[in-house]
């Protein structure tokens, strides 16, 4: 049980259903700002780029939180800032490090272990996060674009899902709280001692560069042969 474990606003009202299409799907707009819906298994999980986020029943923690964010801040930015806040839940429970792969990825041990998606109307945002928590190697999926990982095939320990899913929702709401207050320049140390791409080896676009950083706006600077290229949105391949 998650809710007697909740300590912040996040997390009220908690829905959970046993099974659902995708928990994007369970959240009305008009409940309040930290609303939040589980599910234990997905049958239509979603990922960024149409693409789909699947895991076996039990596995993983799967939820989607309702954000109300100020008009003057950029809620594109947001993916950014829960992936601050998942790679810090990660870490805190893995003891090993956890960095952000621009712009939502979680990665630990460069696989990726948890996963964003943020998905905006009228003003609202919900943020749906996967983080892939007991799964086996064989229980990944095989053809993913970043290799798939997940907390026990990181350290080969099973773990409760519903402490590490309030405690998430408790960091989650403390980095939102900092970004309401400051935006990403409140979070842009975090952010670059985080950043997983700076100094590796990238491809975009049949070119080659290797990452500089995620500016202060959230945008990804790439070198390009001696040249700084910005990345505002999209995904990039690394070296493996
Ligand atoms: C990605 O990395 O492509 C984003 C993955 C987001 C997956 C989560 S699981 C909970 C929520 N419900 C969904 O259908 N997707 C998000």
Same mark, same amino acid.
């Given at each position: 049980?998650? %809710?007697?474990?909740?300590?912040? +606003?996040?997390?009220?009202?908690?829905? @959970?259903?046993?099974? #659902?299409?995708?928990?994007?799907?369970?959240?009305? &707009?008009?409940?309040?700002?930290?609303?939040?819906?589980? #599910?234990?298994?997905?049958?239509?999980?979603?990922? &960024?780029?149409?693409?789909?986020?699947?895991?076996?029943?039990?596995?993983? *923690?799967?939820?989607?939180?309702? $954000?109300?964010?100020?008009?003057? +801040?950029?809620?594109?930015?947001?993916?950014?800032?829960?992936?601050?806040?998942?790679?810090?839940?990660?870490?805190?429970?893995? !003891? $090993?490090?956890?960095?952000?792969?621009?712009?939502?990825?979680?990665?630990?041990?460069?696989?990726?272990?948890?996963?964003?998606?943020?998905?905006?109307?009228?003003?609202?945002?919900?943020?749906?996060? !996967?983080?892939?928590?007991?799964?086996?190697?064989?229980? $990944?999926?095989?053809?993913?674009?970043?290799? =798939?990982?997940?907390?026990?095939?990181?350290?080969?320990?099973?773990?409760?899902?519903? =402490?590490?899913?309030?405690?998430?929702?408790?960091?989650?709401?403390?980095?939102?709280?900092?970004? &309401?207050?400051?935006?990403?320049?409140?979070? @842009?140390?975090?952010?670059?001692?985080?950043?997983?791409? +700076?100094?590796?080896?990238?491809?975009?676009?049949?070119?080659?560069?290797?990452? *500089?950083?995620?500016? +202060?706006?959230?945008?990804? %600077?790439?070198?390009?042969? !001696?040249?700084?290229? *910005?990345?505002?949105?999209?995904?990039? &391949?690394?070296?493996?």
């Amino acid at each position: 049980m998650v %809710e007697p474990l909740l300590e912040g +606003r996040f997390g009220r009202p908690y829905r @959970y259903e046993h099974e #659902c299409e995708s928990t994007q799907q369970l959240l009305d &707009r008009s409940l309040d700002e930290g609303a939040v819906a589980v #599910c234990d298994v997905q049958t239509a999980g979603r990922g &960024r780029q149409g693409r789909r986020w699947q895991a076996p029943q039990g596995t993983a *923690i799967l939820f989607s939180v309702l $954000l109300k964010p100020p008009a003057e +801040r950029a809620q594109q930015e947001l993916s950014l800032v829960a992936g601050l806040a998942v790679a810090d839940t990660v870490e805190g429970a893995l !003891g $090993l490090a956890a960095q952000l792969k621009w712009p939502n990825d979680v990665m630990v041990n460069r696989r990726k272990v948890a996963g964003v998606l943020a998905e905006a109307s009228d003003g609202t945002v919900v943020l749906g996060i !996967g983080v892939n928590v007991n799964q086996a190697r064989e229980q $990944l999926p095989a053809e993913a674009t970043v290799p =798939p990982g997940s907390l026990y095939t990181s350290d080969g320990v099973r773990r409760e899902r519903a =402490p590490l899913l309030a405690d998430l929702l408790l960091s989650l709401e403390r980095t939102y709280d900092v970004w &309401r207050e400051g935006g990403l320049n409140a979070l @842009y140390d975090t952010l670059g001692a985080r950043d997983f791409l +700076r100094g590796r080896k990238i491809f975009l676009d049949g070119r080659t560069g290797v990452g *500089i950083g995620i500016d +202060r706006s959230g945008r990804l %600077e790439v070198d390009v042969d !001696g040249e700084r290229l *910005i990345v505002e949105s999209g995904e990039v &391949r690394f070296e493996r």
